[in-house]
């Protein structure tokens, strides 16, 4: 076991590597029972499923834990911990449950009994099921109970979360929310923990600490949180990171950032084009032409398979050379895999999500660049669908991200900085979806929230305009400020609205405002 426990010494950092994940990460582990020595025995679940948003540090504190069990902070609890990553898993063949557990250290497959014997002292944490490739229904089916036969992994996970191996073990599981569904149907009474991420208190230290001057840093983190949408994305650290490097280059070019931050398209938007200055060196951008491409490629099929790491066969299968992506894991916008060789992922999910919408908007020079990967990829019409959205919530964001970027001035700036063509028929196919909706209700497989949210982020006045003129009543929740400002924007280019009945949340106002009670209503 020292040798097991040397390979993970070796295999993850120290845990003073970041101040602001350490904290994080030691405030979800109190929320654990079994770290927590005063949780009686008999309370404490056997299977706890850490669930949050991408980038909030699931994966960091599943490590550690790892890390703190070979410095014998729970050897007192588990005499064995093993840890399974649904990235690496993917990249495996099928093997017995006892290749599997031991695949960082085989030679534990000597002493397998021994390890069988012990198993109400074994932890098994299964990080990033959501990043678990399997055809739909495999996990339930072909269950199998026998540690020496040979499975597909899927298999043999399933296997465990239904306690057919191992069934005293302690299981931890990390995901995002999106793949909790798919975990029921496997687990009797699993605990469920939300992991927050960055606090509004985080959030405000690590500004600080990244523009060290106050003023800055206190400006552009104001106006990060007048974007709840974009405040929310920043429960990830690397958001905040993102959000920070944009707005300080601004800043420091002596640039007004306060658009910026308008709507979530615009920041990325500008994120992403700021790597890649200067935009007037059109050879710069005549080379990206290929690789921007393939890069968009990569992320849609990414976020229609619900995938976020990607391997040589993914490249090849999609025709993406490892050579095309070198200008964007240059510029820290895609990483090589730790503990993945051969693999590339976003550095954040909303940046993959970006990308996507560019595909869309960016010409192709053969209309069967697109049709080759029909199969995997929706159009338009089916990503901005509820049906779809419900299915693959990731699909919400890519949405937004595509109306932000029908926006003419945003066009061009992509056109500038990376040589390529944007499709100026993205609006009009946008308004044809429209016009496919309920004659009566347009854009009925939407909600109204959703629309106004969608036609904010374009901030094409004449575009809301033609979206919103077959709009003759309107029904609306408006639950916090940000939904009032979409709402206002989109409305005062309503021409044609008859009527309108209206529910505010209690605290969007000022509290003393007693014209309008929590949940109240008006029509007009």
Same mark, same amino acid.
């Given at each position: 076991?020292?040798?097991?426990?040397?390979?993970?010494?070796?295999?993850?950092?120290?845990?003073?590597?970041? @101040?602001? !994940?350490?904290?994080?990460?030691?405030?979800?582990?109190?929320?654990?029972?079994?770290?927590?020595? $005063?949780?009686?025995?008999?309370? $404490?679940?056997?299977?706890?499923?850490?669930?949050?948003?991408?980038?909030?540090?699931?994966?960091?504190?599943?490590?550690?834990?790892?890390?703190?069990?070979?410095?014998?902070?729970?050897?007192?609890?588990? @005499?064995?911990?093993?840890?399974?990553?649904? #990235?690496?898993?993917?990249?495996?063949?099928?093997?017995?449950?006892?290749?599997?557990?031991?695949?960082?250290?085989?030679?534990?497959?000597?002493?397998?009994?021994?390890?069988?014997?012990?198993?109400?002292?074994?932890?098994?944490?299964?990080?990033?099921?959501?990043?678990?490739?399997?055809?739909?229904?495999?996990?339930?089916?072909?269950?199998?109970?026998?540690?020496?036969?040979?499975?597909?992994?899927?298999?043999?996970?399933?296997?465990?979360?239904?306690?057919?191996?191992?069934?005293?073990?302690?299981?931890?599981?990390?995901?995002?929310?999106?793949?909790?569904?798919?975990?029921?149907?496997?687990?009797?009474?699993?605990?469920?923990?939300?992991?927050?991420?960055?606090?509004?208190?985080?959030?405000?230290?690590?500004?600080?600490? !990244?523009?060290?001057?106050?003023?800055?840093?206190?400006?552009? *983190?104001?106006?990060?949180?007048?974007?709840?949408?974009?405040?929310?994305?920043?429960?990830?650290?690397?958001?905040?990171?993102?959000?920070?490097? &944009?707005? #300080?280059?601004?800043?420091?070019?002596?640039?007004?950032?306060?658009?910026?931050?308008?709507?979530?398209?615009?920041?990325?938007?500008?994120?992403?084009?700021?790597?890649?200055?200067?935009?007037?060196?059109?050879?710069?951008?005549? &080379?990206?032409?290929?690789?921007? #491409?393939?890069?968009?490629?990569?992320?849609?099929?990414?976020?229609?398979?619900?995938?976020?790491?990607?391997?040589?066969?993914?490249? #090849?299968?999609?025709?993406?050379?490892?050579?095309?992506?070198?200008?964007?894991?240059?510029?820290?916008?895609?990483?090589?895999?730790?503990?993945?060789?051969?693999?590339?992922?976003?550095?954040?999910?909303?940046?993959?999500?970006?990308?996507?919408?560019?595909?869309?908007?960016?010409?192709?020079?053969?209309? =069967?660049?697109?049709?080759?990967?029909?199969?995997?990829?929706?159009?338009?019409?089916?990503?901005?669908?509820?049906? =779809?959205?419900?299915?693959?919530?990731?699909?919400?964001?890519?949405?937004?991200?595509?109306?932000?970027?029908?926006?003419?001035?945003?066009?061009?700036?992509?056109?500038?900085? *990376?040589?390529?063509?944007?499709?100026?028929?993205?609006?009009?196919?946008?308004?044809?979806?429209?016009?496919?909706?309920?004659?009566?209700?347009?854009?009925?497989?939407?909600?109204?929230?959703?629309?106004? !949210?969608?036609?904010? /982020?374009?901030?094409?006045? /004449?575009?809301?305009?033609?979206?919103?003129? !077959?709009?003759?009543?309107?029904?609306?929740?408006? $639950?916090?400020?940000?939904?009032?400002?979409?709402?206002?924007?989109?409305? @005062?280019?309503?021409? %044609?609205? /008859?009527?309108?009945?209206? @529910?505010?949340?209690?605290?969007?106002?000022? /509290? %003393?405002?007693?014209?309008?009670?929590?949940?109240?209503?008006?029509?007009?």
């Amino acid at each position: 076991m020292e040798k097991y426990s040397s390979i993970w010494r070796n295999k993850f950092w120290p845990r003073d590597r970041n @101040k602001w !994940h350490y904290s994080v990460i030691q405030r979800s582990q109190k929320l654990i029972p079994f770290l927590n020595p $005063k949780t009686s025995s008999k309370l $404490k679940p056997h299977t706890v499923v850490l669930q949050g948003p991408a980038g909030v540090g699931k994966t960091t504190l599943a490590k550690n834990l790892m890390l703190e069990w070979t410095e014998d902070n729970l050897k007192k609890t588990f @005499k064995y911990a093993f840890y399974l990553s649904c #990235k690496e898993l993917n990249q495996m063949g099928p093997c017995t449950c006892a290749e599997l557990i031991s695949k960082d250290c085989p030679e534990l497959q000597d002493a397998i009994l021994e390890v069988l014997d012990q198993s109400q002292r074994i932890l098994i944490i299964i990080d990033g099921f959501d990043e678990l490739r399997f055809p739909p229904g495999a996990l339930i089916c072909d269950i199998c109970g026998d540690w020496k036969q040979q499975k597909p992994v899927p298999i043999l996970l399933s296997s465990l979360l239904t306690r057919k191996m191992f069934p005293r073990a302690t299981l931890l599981i990390t995901t995002r929310p999106w793949a909790l569904r798919e975990l029921w149907l496997l687990m009797q009474q699993p605990l469920l923990i939300e992991m927050e991420g960055f606090l509004e208190v985080d959030r405000e230290e690590y500004f600080l600490k !990244h523009f060290q001057d106050e003023d800055q840093a206190l400006r552009a *983190f104001n106006l990060m949180r007048s974007n709840t949408a974009l405040f929310s994305m920043g429960s990830a650290p690397m958001v905040c990171w993102i959000v920070c490097t &944009c707005l #300080k280059l601004q800043m420091e070019n002596g640039e007004d950032p306060t658009p910026t931050c308008q709507t979530t398209t615009s920041l990325f938007l500008r994120f992403i084009c700021s790597q890649f200055m200067p935009v007037s060196d059109s050879w710069r951008g005549w &080379c990206l032409q290929a690789p921007v #491409k393939a890069l968009c490629l990569l992320a849609t099929e990414g976020v229609w398979t619900q995938t976020s790491v990607f391997d040589g066969e993914d490249l #090849k299968r999609l025709g993406v050379k490892e050579s095309e992506l070198g200008p964007f894991l240059d510029k820290n916008i895609l990483q090589k895999g730790k503990d993945c060789e051969g693999c590339y992922s976003f550095i954040h999910l909303s940046v993959q999500q970006f990308f996507a919408a560019m595909f869309y908007v960016l010409e192709s020079e053969e209309e =069967e660049d697109r049709e080759i990967h029909k199969g995997n990829i929706g159009d338009v019409q089916k990503l901005l669908s509820k049906e =779809e959205r419900l299915k693959n919530p990731i699909l919400t964001q890519v949405g937004y991200f595509l109306f932000g970027l029908s926006n003419e001035k945003r066009a061009r700036e992509l056109e500038t900085t *990376f040589g390529c063509r944007v499709s100026t028929e993205v609006e009009q196919e946008l308004l044809r979806w429209k016009v496919k909706s309920d004659e009566n209700k347009p854009f009925s497989v939407m909600s109204m929230r959703d629309v106004f !949210h969608s036609l904010y /982020e374009s901030q094409e006045k /004449e575009f809301v305009k033609d979206a919103m003129a !077959h709009f003759k009543e309107v029904s609306l929740r408006l $639950k916090n400020e940000t939904d009032v400002v979409h709402a206002s924007f989109c409305l @005062k280019h309503c021409q %044609n609205l /008859e009527k309108m009945s209206l @529910k505010v949340e209690k605290g969007i106002f000022l /509290e %003393n405002d007693t014209s309008l009670e929590s949940g109240s209503r008006v029509e007009r």
